[in-house]
């Protein structure tokens, strides 16, 4: 039996001043997508050249459903997205569970939380080293106490990123934050995830939402990688068409052009 959505849909309702309808965010091309939207399978992928609205429409919704971010600021508070908390409060959500399992996350917030966890783990290491000196001639039980609560988050840091985020490529740091954070029964809501990602991490990180959905989580997904395209079973909304809407995965440009390109690559260089 298929499990319904966790976000069934999202309705937008503009400004009633029309000169604010001419400001961004609500000027984005690709808004009209809001109008009436159903989502009807667990992942939804949202397709479009840049400036077509696709980072906006998911900013937008992430601060409708609260999402927890995976970055330095929340969604309430990051300056970065005013323009989604404007635009967010001109939507409605209905859900079938609402939840706050999840996150939302943009390439560079990404960035940010690798750099935090990296910091935490300096700044857990440097206290246990004060604490050697700060407990020198106490009891071996005073100093262990002591230690307890920094060791503690020091081993959790371990066991979850191992030397660290910054150890590996981004790409398969991205992969492993996600083995990592992903929960069943979560919305993750995820603006091009496969920017620093290998053809082949790409196809890895397929393999994960596949799994996940298979414990009842639902994706959206903003993106321009043919593979990511390809998630089985996947609703493929284009912003670029007239009206937005949905698209087969053959009938997509991106996939067009680099079926195209990767026939005969020597004919599109040779033109530049």
Known sequence: MTRPPIL????YSPPEDLRERDRFPFCVPGLSLLDDLEFTSPVTIFVGENGSGKSTVLEAI???????????????????????????SHLRMTWTVKTKRGFFMRTEDFFGFAQGV??????????????????????????????????GSLSAIESDYGDGLDAQSHGESILKLLKTRLVPKGLYILDEPESPMSPLTQLAFVALVKDAIGQGSQFLIATHSPVVMACPGATILS??????GPVDYDDLEHVKFMRAFLSNPKAFVQRL
């Open 8 to 11: 069934r849909s999202v309705r």
């Open 62 to 88: 992430a601060a409708a459903a609260g999402s927890i971010t995976v970055g330095s600021y929340s969604v309430e508070s990051d300056p970065s997205l005013e323009h989604a908390r404007n635009l967010a």
């Open 118 to 151: 990296e910091h935490t783990r300096r700044d857990m290491e440097e206290r246990l080293s004060e604490l050697e000196e700060e407990y020198k001639g106490r009891s071996r039980f005073a100093l262990m106490q002591a230690r307890s609560p920094y060791a």
């Open 239 to 244: 912003l670029d068409a007239s009206p937005p």
